[in-house]
């Protein structure tokens, strides 16, 4: 990927990266024919590496601590997440769901 790829190049990637069709059972029951697994763009080091490079810059100034819900259990984007902070040298703190 180059400075002068657009983010709509960076979209299709992700999304030839991503996006299944098939038939497919939801965690509902329902079923899909189509389905978005974030898990294919983040075992992609170059592709996950680029979405930290493109996404580290949108951190407000002044921002001292990253959080991520629920980064020990593999919340979505978590390793999206540490790409980012690791770019943008933050230290990371996890958000957990309060106890039930």
Same mark, same amino acid.
């Given at each position: 990927? &180059? !400075? *002068?790829? &657009?983010? &709509? ?7 030839? =990266?991503?996006?299944? *069709?098939?038939?497919?059972? +939801?965690?509902?029951?329902? *079923? ?12 992609? @080091?170059?592709? +996950? !590496? ?7 810059? +949108?951190? @407000? @100034? /002044? ?6 819900? !629920?980064?020990?259990?593999? /919340? =979505?984007? =978590?390793?999206?997440?540490? /790409?980012?902070? +690791?770019?943008?040298?933050? &230290? $990371?703190? !996890?958000?957990?769901?309060? $106890?039930?």
């Amino acid at each position: 990927m &180059t !400075d *002068t790829e &657009t983010h &709509t190049d960076l979209a299709r990637r992700i999304h030839a =990266a991503s996006h299944l *069709t098939g038939e497919f059972t +939801l965690r509902s029951g329902r *079923t899909a024919t189509e389905y978005f697994d974030k898990y294919r763009f983040e075992g992609d @080091p170059v592709l +996950l !590496d680029e979405i930290a490079r493109r996404m580290a810059p +949108l951190v @407000p @100034p /002044g921002t001292e601590v990253l959080c991520v819900i !629920d980064r020990g259990q593999g /919340g =979505a984007g =978590a390793l999206a997440a540490e /790409g980012i902070r +690791l770019r943008s040298l933050l &230290t $990371a703190d !996890d958000l957990r769901a309060a $106890a039930a």
